[in-house]
């Protein structure tokens, strides 16, 4: 590109990152994710747990370039149905190019590789995690099935958050110089469900919608029916809060832990009860309530690491 067409480019990708992929934000979130999780890790192997490395560095990268990753897939695999049912965004209002979203994918791939090449020892589950990206790019090759049927779309991708958490721990072992095979593998287990429901239920959420909001565009709430959809929401945390009141009475966890987790679990059934009582347009944006969920669980572990028992 010469200095005209890429400043065109940075001009019209910054519109996108502005809008579907706030930077700061999503920089906030794979931090305190990454740094949280591997925090847990360092407890349950009653370990020291530094909260800034290069590795946690490598960590933060890994999850917020992945993310990135799996949110410029999702603009060239869904163009056809966002063409139709949401036509204001970037790509197709037209105000960002294909073209810009394929540079932007095969870049972030590039670096994700990169910043792993220091590491070998996790290059391994690094490519798994990037292949099983590029199959759900493809719909596993049966896009007909996966387009039709959400629940069973939902089936096939989600694991890919379990891959992730795997990734992380194979991180912190080749971090602390320990084999996989002497790693605590029942609560490292534990830690991945718990952190799994915690994004499931984020996944859940964002397609969730009041009766009058409902369009073509395929949701839980209609397959499910709003009280159905936000029930697996609901569950997926109680089961990320029942798991997270587990590792407070089996590790060393600061009291703040349990207040900050209460807290969190309070609000959201607060506002599920708020949707379902009065399901409308306002009640309905469920997304940043997962979100903040899972912040407070992640921003817990981080200050009761930091803060005395």
Excluded at 46 to 57: A, C, H, K, Q, W
Excluded at 79 to 88: K, M, P, S
Excluded at 257 to 273: D, Q
């Amino acid at each position: 590109m010469d200095n005209v067409q890429s400043s065109r480019f940075a001009a019209r990708m910054r519109i996108y990152f502005d809008e579907m992929y706030p930077i700061p934000q999503r920089l906030f979130f794979a931090a305190i994710f990454s740094i949280s999780f591997l925090s847990f890790l360092a407890a349950i192997h009653n370990l020291p747990s530094p909260l800034f490395t290069p590795y946690t560095l490598v960590a933060i990268w890994a999850v917020f370039s992945f993310m990135l990753i799996l949110r410029l897939m999702d603009e060239l695999k869904d163009r056809e149905i966002d063409r139709q049912l949401f036509a204001q965004r970037p790509l197709p209002s037209g105000r960002v190019r294909e073209s810009d979203i394929v540079t932007s994918l095969t870049s972030v791939i590039l670096l994700f590789l990169l910043a792993h090449l220091w590491i070998p020892r996790v290059l391994w589950i690094t490519l798994i995690l990037l292949g099983y990206s590029l199959l759900m790019f493809k719909y596993f090759f049966i896009p007909l099935i996966l387009c039709k049927y959400l629940l069973l779309n939902l089936l096939t991708h989600n694991p890919v958050t379990a891959i992730l958490l795997t990734y992380l721990v194979v991180l912190f072992a080749t971090e602390q110089g320990v084999p996989l095979s002497r790693l605590d593998w029942p609560h490292i287990m534990i830690l991945i469900l718990m952190y799994w429901s915690v994004l499931f239920a984020w996944e859940i959420s964002r397609k969730i919608r009041a009766p009058e909001e409902e369009t073509a565009y395929v949701t839980y709430s209609q397959i499910l029916g709003p009280r159905g959809a936000v029930a697996l929401v609901l569950g997926a945390q109680t089961v990320a809060f029942i798991l997270g009141m587990y590792f407070y009475r089996t590790l060393p966890l600061s009291w703040v832990f349990p207040l900050i987790l209460t807290s969190g679990y309070v609000r959201i059934v607060l506002a599920y009860l708020r949707f379902l009582a009065h399901p409308s347009s306002t009640t309905s944006k469920l997304r940043p309530v997962a979100e903040q969920y899972g912040i407070c669980l992640f921003a817990a572990q981080i200050l009761s690491a930091i803060l005395p028992l």
